[in-house]
């Protein structure tokens, strides 16, 4: 993890830089607003849910949709006016990842190197080996299976050694060794050096993956920063068991900086809540107020029986920021 | 020059993509299978002759006229079908006069007969079998995204993938002559490359000016379809070019393309006293019957209008192609 | 290198050479519809063998004329022509049908230039027996309104019609015998189609004898040369060997002539 040290101060420039981005189909704003920086060596989260314009944006990235205003910078480069140059620096895979089924594997990386300056034989072999489709490459691909396809999509984004690279939902299809391979694949392509912008309505995923993460929607960017840091702006959960539960719950409720959940399910995780006695009692508070509360309880004669600091889940930020816009 | 470096490339990923795909296989699959078909048709209606006049074509040639002269006094005949008729008539006089057969058999005959009658259907639909194909299969599989997130401009992809077509244009004209003549060159034999054929009938209204009448050898005659429905040719691929980058569903454009091809076939036939269809692409596809001196669909029609009709659309098509797919999101 | 490679290099030179034959095809073609003659008479067509390779049968039959050679109002299409030949192939005798030149409503006048088109002398050429129906057209022309009855030519115009188509008659039938001297050339002698129309069967009768007391003799100065009359076939049976027109034979009429004819032809 040393390794892997996000550089984002100011002086340093972004790789990806969106600015102000809005995309209005018909009479509908898709994109309202959406700002945000990727620097290198990082894994930037995108999550959101369907419909919350993530994809409308990724595409505005790599100029397949002409944003209606704004502008995104790739290495300095603007994409409407030099996309040639911004789309050297960007491997992407959008939605799926769709490649010629009637070619061989190693037919599509050609026909993908033929568009970009420079990539010889040499690089197709290394990027086939990078995503371990060597035994593979001469089949036709429509012979592959989805996590094949997949591996093939990220050797083709590859090829041009990009410095940023775009996925769309890259554990899509994928079982879960794929999934837990995936995520090692892409934190060693951050180690050296590239960004990699990751989009997901998993929140598990961009939790396990992303250094930082921007939360977008209904076309809004609602927060932007690190995982750890929007965590921790948010006040944590604590679960009580006590006993006798009667006194212990009013005294808690009287307490200040504590409220208690009254609907628990609906805040926290399910394999949160499976861990969880049905006479606990849920609290959000800041988890200082814990050792005072403890004596307090144990003065008035309730056993604690078990306390237990429950950090919020992205989702739960998310339904923070929206007031109550579910994610499916 | 070094657009061209560019693009080179990137016809190479098209062409490696067309044959891959297989449609040119498909199209030669289809004229291997339909051309023996003709031939064999062809075959049986000549001994059919055979039986009535033997080997004298004169004979046979002569009956044709004295035939179609009788049906000129009939009242049921429709005026334009006379006219047909008497210009037809002209022109087998002049062959009799001439002493040559319009219609030796052989598979060079074969072979400009059937050009003469593919022009303005069969190898358009051919042609839009490619067309249709080249740019919406790429939206239908969703590689297009994979296509257009390169660092290679836009017009430059879609430049290329028209080279491509034009070559296959031109690879499809080239083969239908080719497996034409040695399919049918099994039922006739191979011989007729220096029969004579007539050409330079100019029509003054329903009189046959013969003052420009010339004799050509047939292969040369060929030469000069051949070119003509490449021409053709090129105009129905750049139309079903903006048809694919128009329409997203490759049925959908193939359907279009097809519809207006037929549409086109069916006007010809009747369109004659509707005189502003002649602005039409799909009226002047029949640039050959300029040459055989068969009259034209509709008064006022001349090889200079039908290629300026023919330019016009054409060129219109590349542009509103070009406009579109530079500019257009990619939604799906 | 590889077979992707082969196949972008044999397409790309398959498609580029093809593609420049096709355009310099395009190029010629529009230059030569727009200055057809340019090359006019470059390359001379070789002069016809159409005179040399004259090998007629004795009993191939050639029909020209009017719509009776052509067979009109018979309602199997064969006319005289092709029962003929039927009828001489029963017999024994090899015979076909070279070709049927009738023409529906032909005059004299109009056949003249017709026998100098090469095609119809090469019939001619080819036939043993030539089948000949003219001048029907020139004494009752517009058969519509004499069949309705309206305008009935009157014997100064029949007569007028008569002298100028008896020229044009000797003509045709000097032309034929110069085409093909040796063919036995069988004229149709007419009938009178309004024997039971009032008005026209005097004048029509009148005609009729005369137009063919006129053909005997212009026949008769030529060797084998036959008339066939049709004249009293017609006069009391038009009902039966008429067809619906009330002008041409039909099939059961085309029969009487065709065996009339074969009777004449010698063997």
Redesign the interface.
């Known amino acids: 993890m040393a390794a892997r040290q996000p550089i984002h101060d100011e002086q340093h420039h972004p790789v990806l830089k969106v600015q102000g981005l809005k995309k209005k189909i018909g009479r509908k704003w898709i994109v309202h607003e959406v700002n945000f920086e990727v620097y290198a060596g990082e894994i930037f989260g995108f999550l959101g849910p369907n419909g919350a314009g993530k994809t409308t944006t990724i595409r505005m990235l790599v100029d397949l949709i002409r944003p209606t205003e704004g502008q995104v910078h790739i290495c300095g480069y603007d994409v409407l006016r030099e996309p040639e140059r911004a789309l050297r620096c960007v491997g992407s895979i959008v939605e799926n990842p769709e490649v010629y089924g009637y070619l061989t594997g190693r037919e599509n990386l050609e026909h993908f190197a033929r568009m970009i300056p420079g990539i010889d034989a040499r690089r197709i072999e290394e990027v086939t080996q990078l995503v371990g489709l060597t035994g593979r490459i001469d089949d036709k691909v429509k012979t592959y299976s989805l996590g094949m396809r997949q591996r093939l999509g990220i050797a083709q984004a590859l090829l041009g050694r990009p410095k940023l690279l775009i996925l769309d939902e890259p554990t899509n299809g994928l079982d879960p060794k794929g999934i837990k391979e995936m995520r090692g694949f892409i934190r060693r392509l951050a180690e050296e050096g590239m960004a990699v912008f990751v989009s997901s309505h998993l929140l598990s995923e961009i939790q396990l993956l992303c250094d930082r993460v921007a939360i977008i929607g209904r076309g809004r960017v609602l927060a932007v920063g690190k995982v750890d840091e929007l965590i921790q702006a948010n006040r944590s959960y604590v679960v009580w068991e006590l006993e006798p539960r009667e006194p212990g719950e009013r005294l808690l409720r009287s307490a200040a900086g504590v409220s208690v959940v009254n609907d628990a399910g609906s805040v926290l995780d399910d394999t949160i809540m499976a861990g969880i006695r049905g006479q606990a009692i849920v609290t959000q508070m800041q988890p200082e107020l814990i050792p005072g509360l403890v004596q307090g309880l144990v003065q008035e004669g309730v056993r604690v029986e078990a306390v237990q600091k429950v950090n919020p889940t992205l989702e739960q930020l998310f339904l923070e920021m929206t007031e109550g816009e579910s994610i499916e | 020059m070094k657009a061209l470096n560019n693009i080179l490339?990137?016809?190479?990923?098209e062409?490696?993509?067309?044959?891959?795909?297989?449609r040119f296989y498909v199209i030669l699959l289809v004229l291997l299978v339909l051309v023996p078909m003709f031939a064999y048709a062809q075959l049986r209606q000549a001994e059919d002759k055979r039986e009535k006049f033997g080997t004298?074509w004169?004979?046979e040639?002569?009956?044709a006229?004295?035939d179609n002269?009788?049906s000129l006094?009939?009242d049921r005949v429709p005026e334009e079908w006379k006219k047909y008729r008497q210009i037809y008539i002209q022109q087998?006089?002049y062959y009799?006069?001439?002493?040559?057969n319009p219609r030796e058999p052989g598979g060079v005959s074969f072979t400009r007969e059937f050009l003469d009658n593919a022009a303005t259907l069969f190898i358009p639909l051919l042609i839009m079998g490619v067309g249709s194909d080249i740019v919406s299969s790429e939206r239908t599989?969703?590689?297009v995204?994979?296509?257009?997130?390169?660092?290679?401009?836009r017009w430059k992809i879609l430049l290329s993938k028209l080279v491509t077509l034009?070559?296959?244009v031109?690879?499809i004209?080239?083969s239908t002559c080719l497996i034409c003549y040695l399919i049918s060159g099994l039922f006739f034999g191979y011989r007729g490359w220096n029969m004579?054929v007539f050409?330079?009938f100019?029509l003054r209204g329903v009189e046959v000016d013969l003052?420009?009448?010339?004799?050509?050898?047939q292969w040369?005659y060929i030469?000069?379809?051949?070119?003509?429905i490449?021409?053709v040719s090129i105009i129905v691929a750049a139309l079903a070019f903006m048809v694919s980058v128009l329409v997203r569903s490759t049925s959908a454009s193939i359907v279009i393309m097809m519809a207006t091809l037929i549409a086109g076939n069916i006007l010809t036939n009747m369109a004659s006293s509707w005189t502003s269809a002649k602005y039409l692409f799909m009226v002047n596809l029949g640039?050959t019957n300029?040459?055989a001196g068969t009259p034209a669909p509709i008064e006022g029609m001349t090889?200079?209008f039908s290629?300026l009709v023919l330019t016009v659309w054409g060129i219109a098509s590349l542009v509103v192609s070009f406009l579109v797919f530079t500019?257009q999101?990619?939604?799906n | 290198m590889n077979r992707t490679s082969r196949i972008w290099r044999s397409a790309g030179i398959a498609s580029a050479v093809s593609t420049l034959l096709l355009l310099a095809g395009f190029v010629y073609a529009v230059s030569d519809i727009a200055h057809p003659s340019a090359e006019a008479g470059a390359k001379a067509v070789a002069p016809s063998g159409m005179e040399q390779a004259v090998k007629a049968g004795v009993w191939d039959v050639t029909s020209i004329g009017d719509s009776l050679a052509k067979g009109t109002g018979d309602d199997t299409g064969s006319g005289f022509a092709r029962r003929t030949v039927d009828l001489l192939n029963k017999e024994g005798a090899t015979s076909k049908l070279v070709n049927n030149l009738g023409i529906n409503g032909l005059t004299t006048e109009e056949l003249l230039p017709m026998l100098e088109d090469p095609g119809v002398k090469y019939a001619l050429q080819h036939a043993g027996i030539i089948l000949l129906s003219i001048g029907g057209n020139d004494l009752f022309n517009g058969t519509e309104t004499l069949t309705t009855g309206e305008q009935v030519p009157t014997q100064a115009e029949i007569d007028a019609a008569i002298d100028q188509s008896s020229a044009k008659f000797g003509q045709v039938v000097a032309q034929i015998k110069k085409i093909n001297v040796q063919a036995l050339l069988v004229y149709v002698g007419l009938y009178n189609p309004f024997s039971d129309l009032e008005g026209m069967r005097d004048i029509g009768n009148d005609a009729v004898a005369r137009w063919n007391a006129m053909a005997m003799k212009t026949l008769g100065d030529y060797d084998g040369t036959l008339v066939v009359p049709t004249y009293d076939l017609f006069t009391n049976n038009s009902s039966r060997y008429l067809s619906s027109d009330h002008f041409h034979p039909n099939g059961d009429g085309y029969q009487a002539i065709a065996e009339r004819m074969v009777q004449g032809i010698a063997r």
Do not use: C
Request: charge should be positive.
């Open positions: 490339p990137l016809v190479k990923n062409t490696i993509k067309m044959i891959k795909k297989k004298d004169r004979r040639v002569q009956q006229i004295t002269q009788n006094g009939s087998m006089k009799l006069e001439h002493d040559v599989g969703g590689t995204k994979m296509l257009l997130t390169r660092p290679v401009r034009l070559m296959f031109s690879l004209i080239v004579p050409t330079g100019q003052s420009g009448v010339h004799a050509v050898p040369q030469f000069m379809q051949a070119g003509l490449w021409f640039l300029y040459l090889l200079g290629l500019k999101d990619i939604l």
